[in-house]
């Protein structure tokens, strides 16, 4: 069973996001990037399903130009014992992209290196989309296991443990091709080692662009687009808190009492 | 934890000179972060060294950084030495000092002297962290003065036999494996000694100020015999071994100081933004302002030092001025921007409740160990004074 892992550049989670004057995008000058968080759970799972010869192969795979090769060699890095391949998806073609787009390129990948699980995030936490992993297996005609804590491999078909919110957990089973996006919970990613930054340094990462998987340049990039994003802005600024003066207790509680009723309107 | 750098230059990053230097940084302030920050105020108050912490730095393969990937080890440099210090230490200093004792003064110098039946014996033990290693130089009669050094061993037939004490031992009381100096006819060679060996023992744990989070005890060699294949390198060839490790030792030691600086400042000037006196933050006030600029400038200047000088050491390249020049320079900014942070933080700074007390009390052991502040200035001297000839 071949595995397939996504992975995503974002901007680290504590980054200190500013908007470019054009209101086209971010300022990327300062931002130091990471994997996608929540594809750090899905390359530990494809890892460890190797390592436990569940699974015979690795493959990771990022759609995104040359930059994202350093997110690629610290996945490889990380995974250096389950001896990952590695594959970016780059193309002129390809800029511009709206998750459907993206999810065409991802999806003939897929197919081309003959991956049967494909593990990704939940989501991604730049734009928290969530939709390229249910249109990739859309596409595909694969079951979609979404927001998985738990997961089990074994023969053709996986066991999988989805957070449902409010403690609920839905277990559901499938065959092994299908996609699966998984959460926090599932485990506990591993850091690169030094074995591993070296082995990376010198790993080959293939480069497919739409030629090589056969795509029509029409169905992707930004003429294909049918979701376009408008302007970015900052969340406005939360109002500052209240303070609740007084000296006796218990009319301060009433009070507060009375704001989340009728202000707030949270009770 | 992220800090404030100098912008380096676009074509060449001082301090992240190959995608594996950022790669590698990153891997370490990542376990620093999620490993070895939260347990730094337990070990120093317990005063031992957090053993299942280091077998982690094993399996992450930092043991044996500098040692060729064909020996089990990473094969990286001198900068990646550094960085692997310098962030540590931001969290947990006295940890740091144990993995120092361990990867620079005994692995690094291991490595270097030692024959290929040597290196398959005890490379993959001291690289896994299966063992603990240490180095024995100091006596309790002569620290700074190295070459009057007591302990001397014999050649017999059974083997070495030695006699003397070693004492600071860094890694001692925890140590399965130590390389050690003595004197062979009067002239110094290096040895090794493993736990267990008949007539050789340790002090109990020598309590310290600081450093907390490793241990030290003393080395104690009576009529002990080694086996003769325990000399490393030349028989009285033991000076070179000793001088040619000092260099990369310094610039850990260095880097170390640079951590501290680095975490102090942070703390330092997020207190003084946050905190509230006669009715605004404390930053507004010239007297802090100097402390944080100041910290600021020596902090940058010190890294600057530290890292272009790792650039001109390594096996074959030597620079005893740069390296005595860095830790000279460093562990007294290291000890004052520890001390302008809890200033700037009051009650705050002085309470064990913060690291900024222990960072202080860890900080003023790099003005001492691996070469006191004094000893670096003769060196320094001598050596300028040399090259006048
Ligand atoms: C926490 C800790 C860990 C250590 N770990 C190790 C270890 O793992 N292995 C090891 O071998 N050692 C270790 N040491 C020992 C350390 O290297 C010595 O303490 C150091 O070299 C200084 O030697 P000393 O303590 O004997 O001081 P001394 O050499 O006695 O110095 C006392 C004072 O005299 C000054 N002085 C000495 N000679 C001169 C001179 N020629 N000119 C001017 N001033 C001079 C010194 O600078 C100092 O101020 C450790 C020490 C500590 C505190």
Same mark, same amino acid.
């Given at each position: 069973?071949?595995?397939?892992?996504?992975?995503?550049?974002?901007?680290?989670?504590?980054?200190?996001?500013?908007?470019?004057?054009?209101?086209?995008?971010?300022?990327?000058?300062?931002?130091?990037?990471?994997?996608?968080?929540?594809?750090?759970?899905?390359?530990?799972?494809?890892?460890?399903?190797?390592?436990?010869?569940?699974?015979?192969?690795?493959?990771?795979?990022?759609?995104?130009?040359?930059?994202?090769?350093?997110?690629?060699?610290?996945?490889?890095?990380?995974?250096? &014992? +389950? /001896?990952?391949?590695? *594959?970016?998806?780059?193309? =002129? $073609?390809?800029? %511009?992209? #709206?998750?459907?787009?993206?999810?065409?390129?991802?999806?003939?990948?897929?197919?081309?290196?003959?991956?049967?699980?494909?593990?990704?995030?939940?989501?991604?936490?730049?734009?928290?989309?969530?939709?390229?992993?249910?249109?990739?297996?859309?596409?595909?005609?694969?079951?979609?296991?979404?927001?998985?804590?738990?997961?089990?491999?074994?023969?053709?078909?996986?066991?999988?443990?989805?957070?449902?919110?409010?403690?609920?957990?839905?277990?559901?089973?499938?065959?092994?091709?299908?996609?699966?996006?998984?959460?926090?919970?599932?485990?506990?990613?591993?850091?690169?080692?030094?074995?591993?930054?070296? &082995? +990376? /340094?010198?790993?080959? *990462?293939?480069?497919?662009? =739409? $030629?090589?998987? %056969?795509? #029509?340049?029409?169905?992707?990039?930004?003429?294909?687009?049918?979701?376009?994003?408008?302007?970015?802005?900052?969340?406005?600024?939360?109002?500052?808190?209240?303070?609740?003066?007084?000296?006796?207790?218990?009319?301060?509680?009433?009070?507060?009492?009375?704001?989340?009723?009728?202000?707030?309107?949270?009770? | 934890?992220?800090?404030?750098?100098?912008?380096?230059?676009?074509?060449?990053?001082?301090?992240?000179?190959?995608?594996?230097?950022?790669?590698?940084?990153?891997?370490?302030?990542?376990?620093?972060?999620?490993?070895?920050?939260?347990?730094?105020?337990?070990?120093?108050?317990?005063?031992?060294?957090?053993?299942?912490?280091?077998?982690?730095?094993?399996?992450?393969?930092?043991?044996?950084?500098?040692?060729?990937?064909?020996?089990?080890?990473?094969?990286?440099?001198?900068?990646?030495?550094?960085?692997?210090?310098?962030?540590?230490?931001?969290?947990?200093?006295?940890?740091?000092?144990?993995?120092?004792?361990?990867?620079?003064?005994?692995?690094?110098?291991?490595?270097?002297?030692?024959?290929?039946?040597?290196?398959?014996?005890?490379?993959?033990?001291?690289?896994?962290?299966?063992?603990?290693?240490?180095?024995?130089?100091?006596?309790?009669?002569?620290?700074?003065?190295?070459?009057?050094?007591?302990?001397?061993?014999?050649?017999?037939?059974?083997?070495?036999?030695?006699?003397?004490?070693?004492?600071?031992?860094?890694?001692?009381?925890?140590?399965?494996?130590?390389?050690?100096?003595?004197?062979?006819?009067?002239?110094?060679?290096?040895?090794?000694?493993?736990?267990?060996?008949?007539?050789?023992?340790?002090?109990?744990?020598?309590?310290?100020?600081?450093?907390?989070?490793?241990?030290?005890?003393?080395?104690?060699?009576?009529?002990?015999?080694?086996?003769?294949?325990?000399?490393?390198?030349?028989?009285?060839?033991?000076?070179?071994?000793?001088?040619?490790?000092?260099?990369?030792?310094?610039?850990?030691?260095?880097?170390?100081?640079?951590?501290?600086?680095?975490?102090?400042?942070?703390?330092?000037?997020?207190?003084?933004?946050?905190?509230?006196?006669?009715?605004?933050?404390?930053?507004?006030?010239?007297?802090?302002?100097?402390?944080?600029?100041?910290?600021?400038?020596?902090?940058?200047?010190?890294?600057?030092?530290?890292?272009?000088?790792?650039?001109?050491?390594?096996?074959?390249?030597?620079?005893?001025?740069?390296?005595?020049?860095?830790?000279?320079?460093?562990?007294?900014?290291?000890?004052?921007?520890?001390?302008?942070?809890?200033?700037?933080?009051?009650?705050?700074?002085?309470?064990?409740?913060?690291?900024?007390?222990?960072?202080?009390?860890?900080?003023?052991?790099?003005?001492?160990?691996?070469?006191?502040?004094?000893?670096?200035?003769?060196?320094?001297?001598?050596?300028?004074?040399?090259?006048?000839?």
């Amino acid at each position: 069973m071949k595995i397939g892992v996504l992975l995503k550049q974002v901007p680290a989670s504590d980054s200190r996001i500013k908007i470019n004057g054009d209101q086209t995008g971010i300022v990327t000058d300062d931002i130091k990037w990471e994997i996608n968080p929540y594809d750090e759970f899905a390359l530990e799972a494809g890892i460890q399903l190797v390592e436990g010869k569940i699974a015979s192969s690795l493959v990771l795979i990022s759609l995104g130009g040359k930059d994202a090769e350093a997110r690629i060699k610290d996945g490889i890095a990380r995974g250096v &014992k +389950a /001896k990952p391949e590695a *594959i970016r998806l780059d193309d =002129a $073609a390809f800029a %511009g992209s #709206d998750p459907l787009g993206e999810a065409r390129i991802i999806a003939a990948a897929i197919q081309k290196a003959g991956i049967d699980l494909l593990l990704t995030g939940k989501q991604a936490i730049d734009d928290d989309n969530a939709q390229v992993p249910a249109m990739v297996a859309e596409l595909l005609d694969r079951p979609q296991v979404t927001f998985v804590e738990q997961l089990e491999v074994a023969g053709d078909s996986l066991t999988a443990h989805r957070v449902m919110g409010g403690g609920q957990v839905d277990v559901v089973m499938s065959p092994v091709q299908a996609v699966v996006t998984c959460d926090k919970g599932l485990n506990s990613p591993r850091f690169a080692s030094l074995p591993g930054i070296m &082995k +990376a /340094k010198r790993a080959k *990462i293939a480069v497919w662009g =739409a $030629a090589d998987l %056969g795509l #029509d340049a029409g169905t992707v990039g930004a003429g294909a687009a049918v979701v376009s994003e408008g302007a970015y802005r900052l969340p406005a600024d939360r109002p500052s808190g209240k303070i609740i003066e007084g000296a006796d207790a218990a009319a301060k509680v009433k009070e507060l009492v009375r704001l989340l009723r009728d202000e707030a309107k949270v009770l | 934890m992220s800090q404030p750098t100098a912008p380096s230059n676009p074509t060449f990053d001082l301090f992240n000179p190959s995608e594996e230097h950022a790669m590698l940084r990153q891997m370490v302030a990542d376990f620093t972060k999620a490993e070895v920050e939260p347990q730094a105020e337990e070990f120093d108050a317990k005063e031992c060294m957090n053993i299942p912490l280091f077998q982690q730095l094993g399996e992450l393969g930092l043991l044996g950084i500098t040692v060729p990937e064909e020996w089990g080890g990473a094969g990286m440099d001198t900068t990646a030495v550094v960085i692997v210090h310098h962030e540590l230490s931001k969290s947990d200093p006295g940890f740091c000092l144990a993995y120092l004792a361990h990867a620079l003064l005994f692995v690094n110098n291991f490595f270097y002297c030692s024959t290929d039946a040597q290196k398959k014996r005890i490379l993959p033990k001291v690289i896994s962290g299966e063992w603990i290693g240490g180095m024995g130089m100091t006596e309790p009669g002569h620290g700074t003065d190295v070459l009057g050094m007591t302990t001397t061993a014999e050649r017999t037939e059974k083997g070495w036999v030695v006699n003397g004490t070693k004492t600071y031992i860094t890694n001692g009381p925890e140590g399965h494996v130590f390389m050690f100096y003595a004197k062979t006819n009067g002239k110094i060679s290096a040895f090794l000694v493993e736990d267990g060996t008949p007539g050789f023992s340790k002090s109990h744990h020598i309590p310290k100020m600081g450093m907390r989070a490793s241990s030290m005890s003393e080395l104690i060699f009576e009529d002990c015999v080694i086996p003769h294949e325990n000399l490393l390198g030349e028989e009285g060839g033991g000076l070179i071994h000793m001088m040619r490790n000092l260099e990369i030792e310094r610039l850990g030691l260095a880097a170390m100081s640079l951590g501290i600086a680095d975490r102090c400042l942070e703390l330092m000037v997020k207190h003084a933004a946050e905190r509230v006196a006669f009715g605004q933050s404390i930053n507004r006030f010239g007297q802090i302002q100097r402390y944080i600029g100041e910290s600021y400038a020596k902090t940058e200047a010190t890294r600057a030092l530290v890292y272009t000088v790792a650039l001109s050491v390594a096996p074959d390249k030597h620079n005893r001025l740069g390296s005595d020049a860095a830790k000279l320079f460093a562990a007294p900014v290291g000890k004052e921007v520890a001390d302008n942070a809890m200033q700037v933080m009051g009650g705050q700074g002085y309470c064990r409740e913060y690291p900024v007390e222990r960072l202080l009390r860890d900080a003023k052991l790099l003005e001492i160990g691996g070469g006191t502040l004094e000893s670096h200035q003769k060196n320094i001297t001598k050596d300028l004074t040399r090259a006048l000839r």
